[in-house]
């Protein structure tokens, strides 16, 4: 499979900012968004299964495996950066469907993807702890499998799936670590004693947080707890659909365009996107 230039050197790239500090990994949903991160500095990005679902006019975890791999090929190759993969089961409840769906996800070029101990489509209910931690190390091997240096992060999902239990949550995120995860994440939490609980039980591997909210909590605090990676989800995502709904809501309900004052030109757009 032909790779984008530089893909070894993403990963490389990738794998060292996991080793100190402290970085925020953004998540455009296409690849206009994810070229404007670029441009900003941000050291690498992260897709997000509901920004583009939404955007696609889908829930979130209704895509197909290979409209996500198609996306994820588009956002590897129109930047410079990493891309980490928000790869949601893996596409697979069966552990060796889910590797065979693995080698696929890393052909797109990706430095890294996540996997989830939940099944498909937002249920509320997580796998069982011994097949979760069997579908780690199941994913550890697909990679390894590759001979490419690709981030693993394991994801539990109790907070964000109706069973936030913090003491679950830490067991299986060390079962995790144990397993072969390089980084581990479990979105939901959202107190300084559960971000530091987390951080401490995985024994020096990276944490991700997720800052999908106004929680009051700057890169600086995060980074004081321990954090090493900050995403923010479908958050941007929902930014630029709350600004379409509500100006959209006015031109349909009140027949009013002050919605559009101020807004970026046309102009600078392409000015931006000229580069």
Not at 49 to 65: E, K, N, T, W, Y
Not at 67 to 85: C, E, F, G, K, M
Not at 167 to 173: A, F, G, K, N, V
Request: include cysteine; charge should be negative.
């Amino acid at each position: 499979m032909p790779h984008h230039s530089g893909t070894a050197q993403k990963r490389a790239a990738f794998a060292k900012l996991h080793q100190s500090g402290c970085f925020v990994i953004p998540n455009p949903w296409n690849i206009g968004t994810a070229r404007c991160l670029e441009d900003m500095g941000f050291k690498a990005i992260a897709s997000t299964s509901s920004g583009h679902a939404h955007a696609d006019g889908l829930p979130d975890g209704a895509q197909s495996l290979d409209t996500v791999l198609a996306h994820l090929r588009d956002l590897a190759q129109s930047v410079s950066i990493p891309l980490n993969a928000d790869f949601e089961n893996g596409f697979a409840d069966d552990p060796e469907e889910m590797q065979a769906n693995i080698v696929r996800c890393i052909e797109t070029g990706v430095a890294g993807l996540s996997i989830e101990d939940a099944p498909q489509g937002g249920e509320h209910r997580l796998y069982e702890f011994e097949h979760a931690v069997a579908r780690v190390k199941a994913a550890r091997s697909a990679i390894d499998s590759t001979g490419q240096q690709v981030m693993l992060t394991a994801r539990t999902e109790g907070f964000i799936r109706g069973a936030p239990d913090i003491d679950e949550t830490i067991r299986r995120l060390k079962a995790f670590a144990d397993a072969g995860a390089d980084c581990l994440y479990s979105p939901g939490i959202k107190t300084q004693d559960h971000i530091e609980a987390t951080v401490q039980a995985v024994g020096g591997r990276a944490v991700n947080f997720l800052n999908g909210n106004s929680l009051g909590f700057s890169v600086d605090d995060l980074a004081r707890m321990g954090v090493r990676r900050i995403s923010v989800g479908g958050a941007l995502a929902r930014v630029a659909m709350d600004a379409f709904l509500c100006v959209s809501q006015q031109i349909a309900g009140e027949g009013k365009f002050d919605g559009f004052a101020g807004l970026v030109s046309n102009a600078e757009l392409n000015q931006r996107f000229r580069q």
